[in-house]
């Protein structure tokens, strides 16, 4: 967190929110290259770190049916390498089953997990959304395996399922 109020209890609440550091204004370019420097090495030693998170910048790419999403480029290629374009949402509800294979989703879920919630929970929209995703990965559209419903839930990634 790079800010200009620089009280104690300012960073007290900053760390307490989720920042991995606090830089107060004005600071030394050096300083501020360093702290980057270290976050970035906790994050990427941490013994826990998410796959997900590392794969991500080295351009790791998910599997989805006849398609692969790749992670770092926010793109969507087919079995040939040719891009499918994609939306916005549509990459964040990919990634998003990436991050859960083979778990049930709920709608509500989905939705705080996109941290789209502009959307109501009860809203079909998000049905719309995954049909049109489904046309894009799926071999059949019309008999998913790859997206799949969850009756009475929502939705569920299933990997190696094509």
């Known amino acids: 967190m790079v800010t ?90 990919l990634k998003v089953f990436a991050d859960h294979p083979g778990k049930a989703l709920s709608r509500d879920r989905i939705l705080t997990l996109t941290k789209n919630r502009e959307w109501d929970p009860y809203d079909r929209s998000i049905d719309i959304r995954i049909a049109r995703l489904r046309r894009k990965v799926e071999a059949d559209a019309e008999h998913p395996v790859v997206i799949r419903t969850v009756r009475g839930v929502g939705y569920m990634y299933v990997p190696g399922a094509d």
């Open 4 to 93: 200009g109020a620089g009280e104690l209890v300012d960073r007290i609440v900053g760390l307490e929110m989720g920042a991995d550091d606090y830089v107060t204004k004005p600071f030394d370019p050096r300083e501020l290259l360093a702290r980057l420097k270290s976050v970035l090495r906790r994050t990427q030693a941490r013994p826990g770190a998410s796959p997900d998170a590392a794969g991500t910048a080295a351009g790791h790419r998910v599997r989805f049916g006849r398609c692969q999403l790749d992670l770092a480029s926010h793109q969507l290629f087919d079995g040939d390498a040719k891009e499918i374009p994609i939306t916005a949402m549509e990459f964040d509800l």
